[in-house]
């Protein structure tokens, strides 16, 4: 025996934590944030409300009213809206992913991705003891139908997690191959989970398709496109037996009471948002166009981000010029599938021009 620390779970010991390094530079575009704040509306309405809270009193255990709000917020504009019981709320999407795969996966069951994606898909379910089977995407980063349904048929697994637009390869699937993985996900009795946390920022969404009589679930989250990812707030959107599946293994009151306001006042500025997503999706060709110009090769994105390649210099090394030049993007170069490539995430149109001169007298 050495000292009296207690061993890791064994297959903890096994796994790589999740990293995402900051550095204190002036031009941070590593982590798909926003750029801008929410507008003052939001603070003001938010300080004001915390007087109303009964702060000896646990919250709302079902966050009702904020499920009733996300409910309305992400139904408008869809055939058949949503309710307030479709909705499920967690600490930001990487809890919502959590509880699902408490709920669905766990020891015996798999779960299958299709790399490169989001990490936390694979490392979330493991720690929540799924084992984790991974597809390849086509040599373009969308999916291949012939793959997923290779890799469904033989794994059968529990859930399937599809990234919406994928992160951090930017582009979005069509609603044909999303009904497609639908199909074959319902064929071996599973769980289809389809992360839209760049969801506005693309023409289609997966909400049309959800049913009751269908194993679709659709995660998104306000720490994007609605800028507040302080708040630690994500929402999954699924058939009315999600509340009722999941209520087994969150905790209890795991919403705390600022949270289910903060969140509901953030909800009144979708007109906002809306402007922030135009105004990113602007300067996002603005900076496509001017990679078009340089030595690198880059990916079409329906999202806040794009990803990169230089065509003469090591991923790693670029990464390391920007840094030197006070900007810090996310370095992929070592991730499998994503050699070399490096994930730029649309500033405000000062970061961005810091970006490109950053990038060009880098490639000189
Ligand atoms: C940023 C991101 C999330 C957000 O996670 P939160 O916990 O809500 O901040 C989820 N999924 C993907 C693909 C992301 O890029």
């Known amino acids: 025996m050495s000292g009296s620390r207690p061993p890791l779970r064994d297959d903890l010991a096994l796994m790589d934590g999740y990293h995402s390094p900051q550095l204190d530079v002036p031009v941070r575009l590593n982590t798909n944030e926003a750029p801008e704040p929410p507008p003052d509306g939001f603070t003001e309405a938010l300080a004001a409300a915390l007087e109303g809270i009964a702060w000896n009193r646990y919250p709302d255990r079902s966050a009702s009213a904020l499920r009733a709000a996300i409910a309305a917020a992400e139904g408008e504009g869809l055939p058949v809206g949503i309710d307030a019981d479709q909705v499920v709320v967690a600490n930001g999407s990487n809890e919502v992913l959590q509880t699902l795969c408490l709920t669905y996966g766990g020891p015996g069951r798999t779960a299958v991705t299709f790399e490169p994606t989001y990490a936390l898909h694979s490392h979330i379910a493991r720690i929540a003891g799924t084992r984790v089977h991974s597809g390849a995407r086509a040599e373009d980063f969308t999916l291949d139908l012939g793959e997923v349904e ?87 959107i699924g058939p009315r037996w999600l509340g009722e599946d999941t209520s087994g293994v969150l905790l209890p009151y795991h919403l705390d009471a600022v949270k289910q306001v903060a969140g509901r006042i953030a909800l009144r500025f979708a007109a906002e948002m809306r402007e922030r997503v135009a105004h990113l999706t602007e300067e996002r060709g603005r900076v496509a166009t001017a990679l078009e110009g340089l030595e690198v090769d880059s990916w079409p994105s329906e999202a806040n981000y794009i990803l990169f390649r230089p065509r003469a210099v090591e991923g790693a090394e670029l990464w390391q010029r920007l840094v030197d030049r006070g900007v810090l993007v996310r370095n992929c170069a070592s991730w499998p599938g994503l050699e070399g490539c490096l994930r730029v995430t649309i500033g405000n149109p000062g970061e961005n021009t810091a970006f490109l001169g950053a990038l060009a007298a880098s490639l000189a």
């Open 150 to 236: 290779r890799v469904l048929m033989s794994q059968r697994p529990a859930i399937t997690f599809v990234c919406s637009p994928n992160n951090p390869t930017g582009g979005a699937e069509s609603p044909e191959t999303i009904r497609a993985v639908l199909a074959m996900v319902e064929e071996v009795g599973g769980l289809l989970v389809v992360d839209e946390a760049y969801g506005q920022f693309s023409a289609h969404s997966a909400l049309e398709l959800l049913d009751d009589d269908r194993p679709l679930v659709v995660t998104r989250t306000f720490s994007k496109t609605w800028s507040a990812a302080a708040l630690r707030l994500g929402h999954a």
